[in-house]
């Protein structure tokens, strides 16, 4: 069965550092989600791309935080510089609605996350 | 905006018991609702998703939930919990059908299955 591909797994950083998370999506999904799970909250999404264009990254500290699909594949999520606040679970979701857009029934399939600590 | 509350953030059963999770929803529009199951250190799994067909909805695992617009809930049910089930469980809705797609989740319960 295939799966969203999350790299690293966990990483461990000091503030004011750089770091970048990696994220390959079902093939021929052209929908791709961000999301950041804070430790005893549900996810909060990030950003949303449909294909390689952002479609909605209204909760995406821009300050900070970055996110390209160049390809309309794979995915990138950098945070540039890190805070003792952005330690969390980083999600990486795709979805794959008729004719390649998003619907709201659509099935989230999610991968199996980064753990961020931020020291 | 769209919002779930989930009642409890723990909840206790003894294996064998019935699970019962609450969720209840806030949407001015019809809403598409979710349960997902998270086990940990892991991702996300789709669990059973209510999209305006049946009122009971079917899920994995021998799961299933009822969407009830008068009480404007969707809680998520099991008549028999075995061990393996214990996880954290996110109810979620879908805002409406504006050319994409945008997931708000609850805060989860953390479902407890003692032997």
């Known amino acids: ?119 | 905006a769209q919002s779930v509350t989930q009642l409890g953030s723990h909840v206790s059963v003894s294996e064998g018991a019935l699970v019962l999770l609450r969720c209840n929803y806030s949407s001015s529009v019809p809403p598409y609702l979710f349960w997902y199951v998270q086990y940990p250190n892991q991702g996300l799994q789709l669990l059973l998703k209510y999209t305006s067909a049946a009122t009971l909805v079917k899920g994995i695992n021998g799961f299933e939930a009822e969407f009830k617009k008068s009480e404007t809930s969707f809680h998520l049910t099991k008549p028999s919990a075995h061990m393996s089930d214990a996880a954290e469980y996110f109810c979620a809705v879908s805002e409406g059908d504006t050319g994409f797609q945008k997931l708000v989740f609850g805060t989860g319960t953390r479902l407890l299955v003692s032997p």
């Open chain 1, 1 to 119: 069965e295939a799966e969203v591909a999350q790299s690293p797994r966990y990483k461990i950083t000091e503030k004011s550092q750089a770091v970048a998370f990696w994220c390959d999506p079902i093939s021929g999904h052209a929908t791709l989600y961000w999301y950041r799970q804070i430790l005893g909250q549900g996810p909060e999404l990030l950003v949303q791309f449909q294909d390689e264009s952002v479609v909605d990254d209204s909760q995406l500290p821009k300050d900070r935080f970055s996110a390209e699909r160049l390809k309309g594949v794979d995915s990138t999520l950098k945070i540039q510089p890190a805070e003792l606040g952005d330690s969390a679970m980083y999600l990486c979701a795709s979805s794959h609605g008729p004719s390649g857009r998003a619907l709201s029934t659509d099935t989230q399939y999610f991968g199996p996350g980064t753990r961020l600590t931020v020291l």
